[in-house]
């Protein structure tokens, strides 16, 4: 167990890390892998996922950056800030090319579950015996509380490559001198886990699937933005930013900058996830605040179209 996952993740990077060592990273990810690897020294190698096949792994760019010191590549299912879910095919791809380059398969699946499309979720680790997978968790998303800090990194390595490399015994190494999650929390984990009602998880599901469909629908009404893909699970989606639609905005932080300033509607650049001149929206607020949200976006992209 670990201090929510942004604790898993400090605690796997840390590990990794020694001089030389290289990481892949997704691009979009989570930024606080990058963070982190670059608090720990690890080199970062970026590889993309695909906007127009469902923002899938690159696997091909993911060879082409691999070499004998790279240390894992880390996935995010479901994506974060892509709201994407990779089918059972995908997954397995990426496990046999993680084997192929010898190297561990970290997945963060925070979001794991809310699934609300067409692909159903499947846990990374089903493929243990293909390549050692290093799963991160959490309480905060599926069972929404989010400040409760209670995440878990659990390994799914049949084979014994972990524990074999050490990799094992130092995780535990780390932890044992680390804080560890609030005891009351930890004393209310049985509960939660067993006594959540089913029909509080098809609420979320349901609302969450609600405002994804508003989020496509609405940004279909807006000329300057691109939705690839209809969001599957999670609570973002990205959208592709045309900017020889407006008049006077240089990049997407501009774009943000100045919706924020002139409709008071936040949205995140897409730089600061790794993709420049793409928008990350949330969709996770009550349906009516994100109707209007959207709404002030296409009155804002029609005061400044070209």
């Not at 990794?16 to 670059?38: M, V």
């Not at 609570?235 to 008071?264: H, P, Q, R, W």
């Not at 349906?287 to 070209?306: Q, T, V």
Request: contains cysteine; negative net charge.
């Amino acid at each position: 167990m670990t201090v929510g996952c942004t604790q898993a993740i400090e605690a796997i990077l840390t590990v990794l890390a020694r001089p030389g060592a290289n990481i892949l990273l997704p691009r979009p990810g989570y930024p606080y892998y990058d963070a982190r690897a670059k608090h720990s020294h690890l080199e970062i190698r970026y590889f993309d996922l695909l906007p127009d096949k469902g923002w899938e792994v690159d696997l091909k760019s993911v060879e082409d950056l691999a070499d004998e010191s790279t240390v894992a590549m880390v996935i995010i299912n479901p994506g974060n800030p892509c709201g994407s879910v990779y089918s059972y095919q995908h997954l397995k791809k990426v496990a046999e090319t993680a084997r192929k380059l010898g190297i561990m398969v970290i997945v963060d699946e925070v979001y794991g579950h809310l699934a609300f499309g067409d692909t159903p979720f499947v846990p990374m680790g089903v493929f243990g015996s293909i390549a050692p997978v290093l799963t991160l968790g959490s309480i905060s998303k599926r069972w929404i509380v989010p400040g409760w800090r209670l995440g878990w990194l659990v390994t799914n390595d049949p084979n014994g490559f972990l524990k074999g490399t050490g990799v094992l015994e130092s995780l535990k190494g780390f932890l044992d001198i680390s804080p560890d999650p609030v005891t009351f929390i930890q004393g209310a984990v049985a509960h939660i886990l067993e006594k959540t009602n089913d029909d509080f998880f098809s609420k979320i599901i349901c609302i969450l699937r609600e405002n994804a469909d508003i989020c496509y629908e609405k940004i279909q009404e807006i000329p300057c933005i691109t939705l690839p893909k209809k969001p599957e699970a999670g609570m973002f989606v990205m959208v592709k930013l045309n900017l020889s639609l407006l008049e006077g905005i240089k990049d997407d932080m501009e774009f943000c900058l100045k919706l924020a300033k002139e409709e008071s509607v936040i949205v995140l650049p897409g730089i600061v996830v790794g993709m420049k001149n793409w928008l990350r929206i949330t969709f996770a607020v009550e349906p009516s605040s994100l109707e209007d949200g959207l709404g002030r976006i296409k009155a804002f992209y029609e005061r400044h179209a070209k």
